[in-house]
């Protein structure tokens, strides 16, 4: 006999799929929808040929329309700046491209990073993999048993990454398929996804999404990317709290972005809206130095200057780490408050 109740979570699962497939992926047609004059933005729009653009309806309906300076719109519209070739800016600021296998990059002792998928719901203008070569490390389904054999045969590695791309543009079979691998391997004790999909477009987190990686045996941490307030809807919140009741850790990493969080004001608000959420702060990045993202660069000096007063305002456990990633280290580096006074 039929049943009634998959043939629902089948429907509800490509929700988001079909929400991912509308997304704007044409400056003028999003410059129209927030109301901002096309003619204004002749010489950003361009910027298009060098990284492409992709913002889902979601993201953009939280942005204020009719001002250039929204800082959700910032992250995501081609600007003509990404044209400038800046001393110190490269294509891979953080020596990725050499991988332990096909799709691993074991950077860390005790943890691994699994490109599952090369493809992101949203294309930030900032974006450190912005000029990754994903085609080359773009992995079936067979070479993942490298990967796993890997895993399996290096016992100091205790924890795994999901990454990309963007992990969950992966479908839920395959995620679930790999994960359980994965927590089968004895000295794995956690499973971390990095995923800013969700912020960009809630329904990714479906019930066919929280099914399988709530029922995990291992600990559970979901990582999200919000840079701003803004980015924290209703819609995600809701979403949030059903995976939280099930006891998944919620953190949340941002990058300090010029002209989008770049004030005390911006990061304490953040980091409300976060807490609101169910979601800890864990890392702020500065902006990891990749050609064609030199307008978002925040100064060290002003870093630790926003981050004095927001050390002033917020209780500890709100405080994001201020961190940068340096190639070949073997962790975030943090950046030292107490040597500038």
């Known amino acids: 006999m039929e049943q009634i109740i998959p043939k629902k979570a089948i429907s509800v699962e490509h929700n ?48 204020e329309k009719g001002n250039p300076k929204d800082p959700l719109f910032l992250q995501v519209m081609p600007l003509k700046e990404e044209f400038s070739i800046e001393p110190g800016y490269t294509k891979d600021p953080l020596d990725e491209h050499d991988t332990a296998c096909k799709g691993l ?12 998928r090369t493809g992101c719901a949203v294309n930030c203008r900032y974006c450190f993999r912005r000029h990754f070569p994903y085609a080359d490390n773009a992995v079936n389904k067979a070479q993942w048993q490298e990967a796993i054999a890997y895993i399996a045969g290096n016992p100091a590695i205790n924890e795994v990454i999901f990454s990309g791309g963007d992990p969950l543009m992966a479908k839920d ?32 987190l479906d019930n066919a999404f929280s099914g399988w990686f709530t029922q995990l045996p291992i600990q559970k941490i979901l990582v999200l990317h919000v840079n701003h307030a803004n980015e924290v809807s209703p819609a995600l919140k809701r979403r949030l709290e059903t995976l939280r009741n099930q ?9 300090l972005l010029e002209g989008v969080n770049d004030s005390a004001d911006a990061l304490c608000e953040l980091s409300e809206s976060l807490f609101e959420a169910g979601v800890l702060p864990y890392y702020l990045h500065v902006l990891d130095k990749v050609q064609g993202a030199s307008h978002f660069y925040v100064s060290d000096d002003k870093a630790r200057e926003i981050m004095r007063e927001a050390i002033k305002r917020l209780p500890g456990f709100l405080v994001p780490k201020l961190v940068r990633e340096i190639g070949a280290q073997p962790g975030k580096t943090p950046i030292d408050l107490q040597l500038h006074p």
């Open 173 to 204: 079979d395959h995620l679930a398929e790999l994960a359980k691998e994965i927590a089968a391997i004895p000295h794995i004790k956690r499973l971390r996804i990095h995923t800013r999909l969700p912020v960009v477009l809630p329904e990714r």
């Open 105 to 116: 990059l074991h950077k860390y002792d005790s943890r691994v990073l699994l490109m599952v």
């Open 247 to 255: 006891g998944v850790t919620l953190l949340n990493q941002s990058v």
């Open 16 to 63: 988001w799929q079909k929400e991912l497939a509308n997304s704007f992926t044409s400056p003028e047609k999003l410059l129209s929808f927030l109301d901002l004059p096309a003619k204004d933005y002749e010489q950003d729009s361009k910027a298009r040929r060098l990284f492409p653009m992709r913002v889902p309806r979601h993201f953009a309906s939280l942005m």
